[in-house]
């Protein structure tokens, strides 16, 4: 597999020796929960001398009902995030939808996220480059791994080569997704950390009927897969009770079952790095 750059966050370093993880709920769902699961999701890291990246949103700008939960919003959030950096020393993690909310996300994390649905979005990558910040890009569902090259050049484009690839999966038919493991070894060759979302690799869009369904239960195999083929790290959304989850319940992996599969997957790291 290509050597791709190192991007460090803090103590974190994707592209490394270790295995990177970035995880936390889906949405911020009350600052008492999000500060909970960030206690239990550091502490476990440390007990296992993994590198960690914790992530949630402000915002799910884009459920698939008008009903649906969508978060706090960005003051309340980005408060809450800056207080989950500032009190755990833990790298945030969060994703920006419109092009202005970029400068403000980058007071209070220490990576922005693009949306799939959103990564061809110029205004929103040029925005999100100008921060400074560190950018994770997940690849669209829609897009070729090869196609990520315009992406990056939008990014470099604007001065920022600080730059994170995240594989979540490529449409299959209606209301299904397949992760294609090719995918992983195609972005890396672009020279870039590339990292797999076990969790929404394994969506299924709308198929809830007014939410998205998924099956969670392959998340863990899946993450098995990628990081044998070659990652720099493994995303996934956890819960304490999933089954509670306002945002991708079908999907997130209890917290109880990560001392488990993160101990895996950092053995299959070291076995194959």
Same mark, same amino acid.
């Given at each position: 597999?290509?050597?791709?750059?190192?991007?460090?966050?803090?103590?974190?370093?994707?592209?490394?020796?270790?295995?990177?993880?970035?995880?936390?709920?889906?949405?911020?769902?009350?600052?008492?929960?999000?500060?909970?699961?960030?206690?239990?999701?550091?502490?476990?890291?440390?007990?296992?001398?993994?590198?960690?990246?914790?992530?949630?949103?402000?915002?799910?700008?884009?459920?698939?009902?008008?009903?649906?939960?969508?978060?706090?919003?960005?003051?309340?959030?980005?408060?809450?995030?800056?207080?989950?950096?500032?009190?755990?020393?833990?790298?945030?993690?969060?994703?920006?939808?419109?092009?202005?909310?970029?400068?403000?996300?980058?007071?209070?994390?220490?990576?922005?996220?693009?949306?799939?649905?959103?990564?061809?979005?110029?205004? =929103?990558?040029? %925005? @999100?480059? $100008? &921060? #400074?910040?560190?950018?994770?890009?997940?690849?669209?569902?829609?897009?070729?791994? +090869?196609?990520?090259?315009?992406?990056?050049?939008?990014?470099?484009?604007?001065?920022?080569?600080?730059?994170?690839?995240?594989?979540?999966?490529?449409?299959?038919?209606?209301?299904?997704?397949?992760?294609?493991?090719?995918?992983?070894?195609?972005?890396?060759?672009?020279?870039?950390?590339?990292?797999?979302?076990?969790?929404?690799?394994?969506?299924?869009?709308?198929?809830?009927?007014?939410?998205?369904?998924?099956?969670?239960?392959?998340?863990?195999? =899946?993450?098995? %897969? @990628?990081? $044998? &083929? #070659?990652?720099?790290?493994?995303?996934?959304?956890?819960?304490?009770?999933?089954? +509670?989850?306002?945002?991708?319940?079908?999907?997130?992996?209890?917290?109880?079952?990560?001392?488990?599969?993160?101990?895996?997957?950092?053995?299959?790291?070291?076995?194959?790095?």
């Amino acid at each position: 597999m290509v050597k791709s750059k190192q991007i460090k966050v803090k103590k974190v370093v994707f592209g490394g020796k270790r295995l990177a993880f970035i995880a936390g709920p889906c949405v911020i769902e009350s600052a008492e929960g999000t500060f909970d699961l960030a206690a239990k999701l550091v502490k476990l890291a440390n007990e296992l001398a993994v590198p960690l990246v914790f992530k949630a949103s402000f915002d799910k700008a884009n459920r698939t009902s008008l009903d649906s939960y969508r978060g706090p919003g960005m003051e309340e959030g980005l408060a809450i995030l800056r207080e989950v950096r500032d009190r755990f020393g833990v790298p945030v993690l969060t994703d920006v939808h419109e092009p202005w909310q970029a400068e403000h996300a980058a007071q209070a994390v220490d990576i922005i996220q693009i949306p799939a649905f959103l990564c061809r979005q110029t205004d =929103l990558l040029t %925005a @999100a480059a $100008a &921060t #400074g910040k560190v950018v994770n890009v997940k690849k669209g569902q829609f897009m070729a791994p +090869e196609d990520m090259v315009n992406v990056v050049d939008k990014i470099t484009g604007a001065g920022n080569d600080q730059i994170i690839l995240t594989e979540r999966g490529a449409s299959f038919g209606y209301r299904n997704l397949v992760a294609d493991m090719r995918s992983l070894l195609i972005m890396r060759e672009l020279g870039y950390p590339v990292v797999f979302d076990a969790t929404h690799s394994v969506q299924r869009p709308g198929g809830a009927g007014k939410m998205s369904g998924g099956d969670g239960r392959w998340a863990p195999a =899946l993450a098995r %897969a @990628a990081v $044998a &083929t #070659g990652v720099d790290g493994v995303f996934m959304e956890t819960h304490v009770n999933p089954e +509670e989850a306002l945002s991708d319940k079908a999907n997130a992996v209890a917290f109880r079952d990560l001392k488990r599969l993160w101990k895996t997957l950092g053995a299959i790291h070291d076995m194959v790095r």
